[in-house]
């Protein structure tokens, strides 16, 4: 169901994120991000740059973490294409900081103290947060199926992290009824 009807506007600017998770052949898996901002009107890059014409990016960004399925960072790459200063994709080769990391408890803390201000890009920084929730989609299923038959020690990350998780919710319930702490029906 779309939004309400708004009131009479003009589009300025889109920002488009595309993130992807692949399954490789050696048994790791690539998770994707692309970045691509973009004006509808024509402007000029900072620092002398060229003339931009409306449509073209003003940000044109990607970052690739190879991982295994216990989320732990093998590798990471960004690269910078298109950024509004000259400079902007110089800081790409400090990503590889990421190596070793697994994504899951502690995320945000290790993204800030391996790539925070000066040491990252705001816009490929802010990538990382869609690339974690990617990679979590991407791996669910193998995951699962590597850990069939595994008794489930430890709560599932998942629990109390939104609504429909919540530790007396019916989902809980249904899908680890251990952890449920709501009113069971007799």
């Not at 009479?8 to 970045?35: F, M, N, Q, V």
């Not at 408890?105 to 869609?130: Q, S, Y």
């Not at 699962?144 to 007396?168: E, F, I």
């Amino acid at each position: 169901m779309p939004l309400s009807q708004p009131a009479p506007r003009k589009l300025i600017h889109t920002r488009a994120i595309e993130c992807k998770g692949y399954e490789r052949e050696d048994g790791l898996w690539d998770i994707e991000a692309h970045l691509v901002d973009t004006k509808t009107y024509s402007h000029t890059r900072r620092h002398g740059g060229r003339e931009r014409k409306a449509g073209e990016p003003v940000h044109n960004m990607w970052l690739r973490l190879t991982i295994d399925l216990d989320m732990r960072i093998h590798n990471a790459e960004a690269r910078t294409d298109d950024g509004p200063y000259p400079i902007c994709g110089d800081i790409a080769i400090n990503f590889k900081a990421l190596a070793g990391v697994k994504i899951g408890a502690g995320w945000r803390r290790e993204i800030a103290a391996r790539l925070g201000g000066v040491k990252g890009c705001t816009h490929l920084v802010e990538l990382l947060g869609p690339l974690g929730t990617t990679a979590f989609q991407a791996t669910g299923r193998a995951r699962q199926a590597r850990d069939a038959g595994r008794p489930l020690l430890k709560k599932p990350y998942q629990l109390n992290s939104c609504h429909v998780y919540k530790d007396d919710s019916e989902a809980v319930l249904e899908r680890w009824p251990q952890f449920y702490t709501g009113v069971r029906e007799r």
